[in-house]
């Protein structure tokens, strides 16, 4: 008997979009805008490129060298061409280096010094990854997901206060996770985490969702959150019309996963025949186009306030903080405030991130 799923040429599990076609009618024109995506070479990060290329933006793909972002980038390029969108530029970035992300930030004020940037989508990420440090001695989830967005965010803040004042605001997005909150862990935020600990983090687990792997991949999630929450309280108390933002996808069939088992963060998940695997995934998740609605939603919806929270609704997230199921599919509703991203968290995430990255955020 055959499998009963479609599959990508990869093998991904291919999931019917449910919201996405009617979401994305209402969309606003994006023409006069620059739009920075980090990680858009696939997933919801190349959604978001594309469908703001489309609107007519100016999108700049931060992505780490490679053949696959040279291949998107063309591809973009293709897709521009239809649109009379201005053409994408590429701006190298490896997240595993903040020298890296120092240049990145360099080429960006190169193309932007005049117009500013008008949204900084942080949308990169990796899951499940063993317990390695970095060049800069920090965890690579952590150091990925978090801190260079974090130095990447405070370097272009120059760009995007400029576009803030001359297109009325400026929008800074970051990418969480129904992760960022998991059963049978530690979900309060722990600074460790972030500092210089890189390799001596509790060590690798090669189990799906379980174990020492995941949760780092939590606390980085966490970090998204508060991350966007400290921003706001800053922004704000600064008279800035820059908007701190946050989105989660739910549940989807990008290549994180893939990602994930490749680095030995999920053996087990080997061990399952794939028509089963890709009919329990396929059962679990929604379509890239619906994950990526929550981002879209941030960076190009012009109702959105600052520190607001999109993404599948929780049916408990109003009162528990444990991992919620319920959270893997839905629309990019407005979601209630993250407990877990309270102001002592905040307070320690924001040192912390200032300590390892060596960067005064100034606002």
């Known amino acids: 008997m055959g499998c009963l799923i479609s599959t990508t040429a990869d093998g991904r599990p291919i999931v019917k979009s449910r919201y996405f076609p ?3 009618k209402g969309l606003p024109l994006m023409a006069g805008k620059s739009v920075a ?16 290329a489309e ?11 490679s053949e696959r972002a040279n291949k998107a980038l063309v591809e973009l390029k293709q897709l521009v061409a239809a649109s009379k969108a201005p053409e994408p530029v590429l701006i190298p970035c490896d997240l595993l280096s903040f020298r890296s992300v120092r240049e990145a930030a360099a080429g960006l004020q190169a193309e932007l010094s005049s117009s500013g940037l008008d949204v900084l989508c942080n949308n990169a990420g990796i899951m499940g990854y063993g317990d390695k440090a970095t060049e800069d001695g920090c965890d690579i989830q952590m150091q990925t997901n978090h801190t260079s967005h974090f130095l990447l965010t405070a370097l272009c803040m120059p760009l995007l206060e400029r576009a803030a004042k001359l297109n009325g605001e400026a929008r800074i997005v970051n990418h969480s996770s129904a992760s960022r909150k998991m059963d049978n862990m530690e979900n309060k935020f722990n600074p460790k985490y972030v500092d210089k600990n890189g390799g001596n983090l509790g060590g690798s687990s090669a189990s799906m969702l379980k174990g020492a792997n995941f949760q780092r991949y939590q606390q980085t999630k966490l970090a ?11 922004l704000k108390a600064k008279g800035s019309k820059v908007k701190a933002l946050v989105a989660h996808p739910g549940v989807a069939p990008t290549q994180l996963a893939p990602g994930t088992i490749k680095d030995g963060g999920g053996d087990d998940a080997k061990n399952i025949p794939v028509c089963l695997g890709n009919f329990i995934f396929a059962m679990l998740c929604q379509s890239e186009l619906d994950a990526s609605m929550g981002i879209l939603r941030c960076c190009c919806d012009p109702k959105v306030q600052s520190r607001e929270f999109y993404g599948p609704p929780g049916k408990n997230e109003a009162v528990s903080d444990a991992h919620d199921p319920s959270e893997y599919k839905g629309p990019a509703a407005l979601k209630s405030e993250e407990k877990l991203a309270d102001m002592e968290a905040q307070e320690a995430l924001w040192a912390v991130s200032e300590k390892v990255t060596g960067m005064k955020f100034q606002i």
């Open 22 to 24: 009617e979401f994305r």
């Open 37 to 52: 995506i980090t990680g858009c070479t696939s997933g919801t990060g190349r959604i978001c490129a594309d469908v703001c």
């Open 55 to 65: 609107l007519g933006a100016k999108v700049l793909m931060v992505n780490r060298p």
């Open 224 to 234: 998204n959150v508060i991350f966007t929450y400290a921003l706001d309280e800053r």
